[in-house]
């Protein structure tokens, strides 16, 4: 077989290469779950600029990433997050997931009181949504678990 037929044949196996990937492809019903933004909280990093690509694939979005970290109402663990764990904070408060990870954590705490295994649950649910909420409870963990009350 000579280089031309070699091209034949290649041609006709990438032709039922995309077939086959084509119909695969229509199967497929991903369950990919809510919004991110139907928890209600909208991320700190929400702020867009849309600038055109100019390439022919219409409009790219870039984020705008806050630069600094302001403590809440001067509570304690604000504080030392603010301090000690800025990057992870904002990189949370930046992530739709996280920031609704953030905000579900909060409810946690609050419905758990004082009650030392129902906190620990809080976090540890908290840690394990992603590498970004993993971040963070790191941080906190090294340098503000007293202050914010981490078993």
């Not at 041609?11 to 139907?38: H, K, N, T, Y």
């Not at 909280?41 to 984020?63: D, F, N, P, Q, R």
Request: with cysteine; net charge negative.
């Amino acid at each position: 077989m000579g280089p031309r037929g070699i091209a034949v044949g290649l041609r006709a196996g990438l032709a039922a290469i995309v077939a086959v990937a084509a119909s695969a492809c229509s199967s497929f019903d991903p369950r990919v779950g809510p919004s991110q933004e139907s928890c209600g909280v909208e991320a700190l990093g929400a702020t867009t600029a849309t600038t055109s690509a100019g390439y022919g694939y219409g409009t790219t979005t870039s984020h705008m990433t806050p630069t600094t970290c302001q403590a809440d109402a001067g509570a304690a663990c604000d504080d030392c997050e603010s301090k000690w764990c800025c990057s992870t904070r904002l990189a949370c408060y930046e992530d739709p997931v996280c920031a609704c990870a953030d905000h579900a954590l909060d409810a946690c705490i609050a419905a758990a009181g004082g009650n030392a295994s129902a906190l620990g649950a809080c976090w540890s649910t908290f840690a394990n949504v992603g590498t970004v909420e993993a971040a963070r409870v790191a941080c906190q963990v090294a340098w503000c678990q007293q202050a914010c009350a981490i078993p």
